[in-house]
């Protein structure tokens, strides 16, 4: 009889612990939800936020899915996200009121144009980041006078024209990278008056159409790279660049160049700065059929002006090289002495033809 009593009190007691346990546990799942709802709720600022985007209380902004500019951002955000978004336009004065920013981001997104002076005036901004995007256009100051930016970062970017100084008036920029960025159509001028930089990184560019003078006016840079890029043309305002002094270490690597007489001035700055690296570089099928394709160091660089097709640095156009008078190969000593004379005889009438048009 007393063991029994014994027994029924100790199951008792099991009983009462199992429960109390149970308390215990539910008390646990309790604050776990508790607080997993301050970390995903309780951070965000629901009262000041669009719809479509999610406002945080550390002043960082995420807004997917749309398709104008939002209205009713939090005047003091300092990071914001732009994501799986399209837009008609942005133009200047769209991010002035917000005078804190410090990131701006815009991932798998579309625009079809960005107008003047985009992000101008944003004394905070310190970086500007474009990541799988497809953009129309990018007009003359799309971004400019950009001065206080630390690094301006564009992967995977798809445009269809850049217009003359797109990117113009950019300075003390420690990092600007272009990785993956493919253009149909290239104008003049299109990188212009930049200083004080310390990486400049062109990786993967490739352009349809380009001028023959993307860059100009290039000063004060610690390191310019271009690496695996192909650019249709001869690529002058690039020589500017590479002679400069101020450009303290310069890569050109694995690119395709377009060979002729434009680019021969590659020899005397590759063979000869101590801080230029020209490594695997070929000539670009736009070179002429003698030299596509071949490596830049291994060609005598007298071939590059003795082949009959030289694009000319103004336009990127294709002509046929007229030799001079004194061009003409000589097959024997004789035929030599005859063409000379002819030659000589040839320029003399044509000479003289010009004058009697100009008299008469």
């Known amino acids: 009889m007393c063991h029994?009593?014994?027994?029924?009190?100790?199951?008792?007691?099991?009983?009462?612990?199992?429960?109390?346990?149970?308390?215990?546990?539910?008390?646990?799942?309790?604050?776990?939800?508790?607080l997993i709802t301050i970390v995903t709720v309780g951070s965000k600022n629901p009262d000041e936020c669009p719809s479509m985007c999610t406002c945080f209380q550390d002043k960082k902004v995420i807004?997917?899915?749309?398709?104008?500019?939002?209205?009713?951002?939090?005047?003091?955000?300092?990071?914001?996200?732009?994501?799986?978004?399209?837009?008609?336009?942005?133009?200047?004065?769209?991010?002035?009121?917000f005078k804190n920013l410090k990131t701006i981001s815009f991932i798998n997104s579309n625009?079809?144009?960005?107008?003047?002076?985009?992000?101008?005036?944003?004394?905070?901004?310190?970086?500007?980041?474009?990541?799988?995007?497809?953009?129309?256009?990018?007009?003359?100051?799309?971004?400019?006078?950009l001065s206080q930016i630390k690094e301006i970062v564009m992967?995977?970017?798809?445009?269809?024209?850049?217009?003359?100084?797109?990117?113009?008036?950019?300075?003390?920029?420690?990092?600007?990278?272009?990785?993956?960025?493919?253009?149909?159509?290239?104008?003049?001028?299109?990188?212009?008056?930049?200083?004080?930089?310390?990486?400049?990184?062109?990786?993967?560019?490739?352009?349809?159409?380009?001028?023959?003078?993307?860059?100009?006016?290039?000063?004060?840079?610690?390191?310019?790279?271009?690496?695996?890029?192909?650019?249709?043309?001869?690529?002058?305002?690039?020589?500017?660049?590479?002679?400069?002094?101020?450009?303290?270490?310069?890569?050109?690597?694995?690119?395709?160049?377009?060979?002729?007489?434009?680019t021969k001035w590659i020899f005397e700055v590759g063979r000869s700065a101590k801080d230029f690296e020209l490594v695997n570089n070929t000539c670009s099928l736009h070179s002429p059929s003698q030299l596509a394709s071949k490596e830049v160091l291994s060609i005598n660089k007298n071939l590059f002006c003795k082949t009959d097709e030289v694009p000319t640095c103004c336009d990127g156009t294709y002509k046929t090289r007229t030799l001079s008078c004194q061009e003409y190969p000589n097959q024997s000593h004789n035929a030599g002495t005859h063409r000379h004379v002819h030659m000589s005889t040839l320029c003399f009438v044509m000479v003289l033809l010009v004058a009697l048009k100009l008299k008469g």
């Open 155 to 262: 992967r995977k970017v798809i445009v269809q024209k850049l217009h003359k100084y797109a990117f113009n008036d950019i300075k003390h920029v420690d990092k600007f990278v272009m990785d993956d960025f493919t253009a149909a159509n290239m104008e003049d001028f299109v990188f212009h008056d930049w200083s004080n930089m310390r990486l400049v990184q062109l990786k993967l560019i490739q352009v349809l159409y380009m001028k023959s003078i993307p860059f100009q006016k290039f000063d004060a840079i610690d390191q310019f790279e271009i690496i695996r890029c192909t650019f249709p043309s001869s690529m002058c305002g690039l020589k500017d660049i590479l002679q400069n002094p101020s450009v303290k270490k310069i890569k050109l690597h694995q690119n395709a160049i377009d060979c002729s007489c434009n």
């Open 63 to 97: 807004c997917e899915v749309l398709d104008i500019f939002p209205t009713g951002l939090p005047d003091d955000m300092e990071d914001i996200v732009f994501n799986v978004s399209s837009f008609n336009n942005f133009g200047k004065n769209t991010f002035q009121t």
């Open 4 to 34: 029994k009593r014994q027994q029924s009190n100790w199951i008792d007691e099991v009983e009462y612990l199992s429960s109390l346990g149970r308390e215990v546990d539910l008390y646990r799942m309790k604050l776990l939800l508790f």
């Open 111 to 145: 625009f079809t144009s960005i107008s003047t002076c985009l992000i101008s005036d944003l004394s905070n901004l310190t970086k500007l980041e474009f990541s799988n995007v497809r953009i129309g256009q990018i007009v003359t100051n799309g971004f400019s006078h």
